[in-house]
Structure formats: C-alpha cells, structure tokens
C-alpha cells in the first residue's frame, strides 16, 4: 500500500505541472482514489484503535493482576501497534496531500477556486 499511495502522489504531481489536460477528467478520477484512500485509511484506524485499546487493557490487567504471562501479549500488542502507527501516518498524511492537490486541479479550472500554498 504504501509504494501504491506513494506512486499516486508522485503522478499527481507530475500531471499538476501540465497545462493541458482534461482537468474534469482527472478530477473525477483523483476523487476516486481519495475516495479509496480514505476507506483504507478509515479501517486502519478501526484496527489501529483496536490494538491500541487492548494494548492498554493488557497492561492494565498486569497492573491489577501481576501476572507475568500477560509480558508476552503486551510485546506482541506492542510490535503490532508500532508499525500500525507509522501506516495510519502515511496514510492520514497522504489523504491530506490529496486534498490539496485536488484544490491545486480545480484551481486549473476554476481560478476563483485555487489558494495560496503554504
């Protein structure tokens, strides 16, 4: 995922620096992939959210309970929720990048429509 959504940026911006293009085309088709962006990035927040509330209930019970077979879980709940971290990064900054290079083709367009970069 993370070479596909960083292909996808790269092309987007190579085609933001033509002139002449079907801007509505485009549009449409780059709506679509923000659309599929935002859905991977929605259930990896889900699963993201998930690991990090049984990571804390996890530790949580080792609090109360002492018990020392609940160390390996914890490890594991925590090597998982690092990576998922780092992915849910990529892919909310991501979605983020698109939105402003959507702003960028309508301002192609719609002059009224573009802003200044920041």
């Known amino acids: ?7 996808y940026l790269a092309y987007v911006d190579e085609i933001l620096k ?8 485009d549009i449409r088709s780059h709506l679509q992939q923000i659309a599929f962006f935002s859905h991977e990035r929605l259930v990896h927040l889900l699963v ?3 690991v990090g509330i049984c990571t804390v209930m996890s530790i949580l ?14 490890v594991m709940l925590f090597v998982l ?6 992915h849910y990064y990529l892919l909310e900054n991501s979605v983020q990048k ?3 290079q959507y702003d960028e083709m309508q301002g192609k367009i ?3 429509f573009s802003r200044p970069k920041a």
């Open 81 to 86: 929720l690092i990576p998922y971290c780092m």
């Open 18 to 25: 033509e002139e002449d293009r079907d801007w509505e085309r």
């Open 1 to 7: 995922m993370k070479k596909r959504i960083l292909a």
């Open 110 to 112: 719609r002059p009224y």
């Open 48 to 50: 993201f959210m998930l």
């Open 61 to 74: 019970a080792y609090v109360i309970s002492s018990q020392i077979m609940l160390l390996p879980l914890i």
């Open 98 to 100: 698109m939105y402003e």
